[in-house]
């Protein structure tokens, strides 16, 4: 370069802070633009997957079906008063499992004896206190982050009466339109207990209903429903609630035995596999308004439910509803009146389902 030459001023070009801040504030509008649609897309897969573990859920119970002619009961329990017996405390998703690909789950457990017990009892579960810890995907709800198992009568594991991880669910069979007493509580441990009349669900304690029995119409009638994760706690005005014993294979009590006619939301019983249309559903949490008895979700606006027919609903929280209870009478209201929620929960009240 010619020494006489004038050197020419190099330029050093970068943003401003003015820039700087407008391009960052552009950005966070986009952001804050984009995330709720980012989420929703995620949530609809989501709605999406669940919607799909019920059809199989309708899928393999059906199958159940076509096998032995009935559907599976919803508990079992022929001795009451928490008396350890040989092959009680069983539930309906512990019946259907071969129907989901879990043949090999299924053929480990031994249903001769309770849910909880142990090949020998000690710091690593076995047996079936072993087995009642694998969370399956076909009852998770994706939307429902859930610790995927809790434990039940932790105290009593080494006695085989209880576990310290037990899978959990979020699909519960439908008991009928009235909750409170999913069996009779006889004074006689020898008297198998015979359910109430108020029983007409799909899912029951001790019995088996078949297609034949679904008089209402198999389109008309719930058979599995949603429940979400509902951690204990305690509401505004100081009571307990809960919807956490939420369980797939069974349950027992401390004694080692099941107890059917335990409803409460911090102890087991059929509720801990079937549920009742008589609360609305996705309840506020109130212990008065029983979260441990009814159906709910996560998902905004109601929740997902299996038909008889295999067909899978999208049911409103604003669904026609009256909470009505139950009368034995005479006269007994079995079939009516009550509200188009609840009649979905009967298989044989006789009332018309209208559109919902």
């Keep these: 370069m010619n020494r006489f030459e004038p050197r020419r001023r190099r330029s050093h070009y970068g943003f401003t802070l003015i820039e700087l801040l407008v391009v960052i504030a552009i950005i966070t509008v986009l952001i804050a633009l984009l995330l709720p649609a980012v989420q929703q897309a995620r949530e609809a897969a989501r709605r999406t997957q669940c919607r799909n573990n019920l059809k199989q859920l309708g899928l393999a119970l059906h199958n159940y079906h076509d096998v032995n002619n009935v559907f599976p009961m919803g508990f079992s329990d022929s001795v009451m008063g928490n008396t350890e017996i040989l092959g009680d405390g069983w539930a309906w998703g512990a019946a259907v499992l071969p129907f989901l ?184 949490l109130l212990a008065a308004l029983n979260p441990d008895r009814s159906f709910h979700s996560l998902h905004v606006g109601g929740a997902h439910f299996l038909m008889a027919d295999g067909a899978v609903r999208f049911v409103s929280e604003n669904i026609d509803h009256t909470n009505t209870n139950y009368v034995a009478g005479p006269p007994s209201n079995l079939n009516g009146p009550y509200g188009t929620y609840q009649r979905l929960g009967a298989i044989n009240d006789g009332q018309v389902v209208s559109d919902f």
């Design 101 to 284: 690909d879990q043949v090999n789950l299924y053929n480990q457990f031994n249903f001769n004896t309770n849910p909880y017990n142990c090949v020998t009892c000690g710091a690593v579960p076995t047996g079936n206190q072993a087995l009642v810890a694998t969370p399956l995907a076909a009852f998770r709800c994706p939307t429902d982050v859930n610790p995927g198992v809790i434990s039940n009568n932790p105290g009593s594991a080494a006695a085989g009466k209880g576990t310290n991880a037990v899978a959990l669910s979020n699909y519960m069979g439908c008991g009928g339109p009235f909750d409170g007493s999913p069996c009779v509580a006889s004074a006689s441990n020898a008297t198998v207990p015979v359910p109430e009349a108020r029983n007409i669900g799909l899912f029951r304690t001790n019995t088996s209903v078949s297609f034949r029995d679904i008089y209402d119409g198999t389109s008309n009638v719930f058979a599995v429903g949603e429940v979400r994760y509902i951690p204990n706690g305690t509401d505004s005005t100081g009571a307990a609630y809960g919807s956490s014993r939420q369980f797939i294979y069974g349950n027992v009590t401390t004694g080692g035995g099941p107890l059917c006619s335990n409803n409460g939301y911090n102890n087991n019983g059929f509720h801990l596999h079937g549920r009742w249309t008589r609360e609305k559903i996705n309840v506020p």
